[in-house]
């Protein structure tokens, strides 16, 4: 299993950001999938996840109404869009996978078995 996360960059307050979670090794499809963000010095927190029908979609309140998250099965690949981007959206941003297909989406860093190296978003002016 391997996820490879892309797009972190340096971007001023109010930007927009669009992350990608490239993956293999397994059946994308059936993958229950989530996103991930560890700030310095602080624990890592969930952010997002999907399931792996695509219908159930849930956001940590402080994303809520500014990052949609999403996934092309075509593609195997999850994205994480981030609008108004706040200096508080610092962080490590990491995908992860559930191992076991069909699952429901979660929010918990327990449930999620195979994760990726992550990519860094600075916002800053």
């Known amino acids: 299993v391997q996820l490879v996360e892309s797009g972190g960059d340096l971007v001023q307050p109010g930007g927009s950001l669009r992350l990608s979670c490239a993956t293999s090794g397994f059946t994308f499809s059936r993958a229950t999938l989530g996103w991930f963000r560890q700030a310095p010095g602080k624990e890592r927190e969930f952010v997002a996840t999907i399931n792996w029908g695509g219908g159930r979609i849930n956001y940590a309140d402080s994303v809520k109404g500014r990052f949609t998250i999403s996934r092309d099965n075509a593609k195997n690949t999850v994205y994480l869009q981030m609008n108004s981007l706040k200096p508080e959206d610092t962080a490590g941003y990491y995908c992860?996978?559930?191992?076991?297909?069909?699952?429901?989406?979660?929010?918990?860093?327990?449930?999620?078995?195979?994760w990726g190296q992550g990519t860094h978003v600075t916002v800053s002016s």
């Open positions: 992860a996978v559930r191992a076991r297909y069909e699952s429901e989406s979660s929010s918990m860093l327990r449930d999620y078995d195979y």
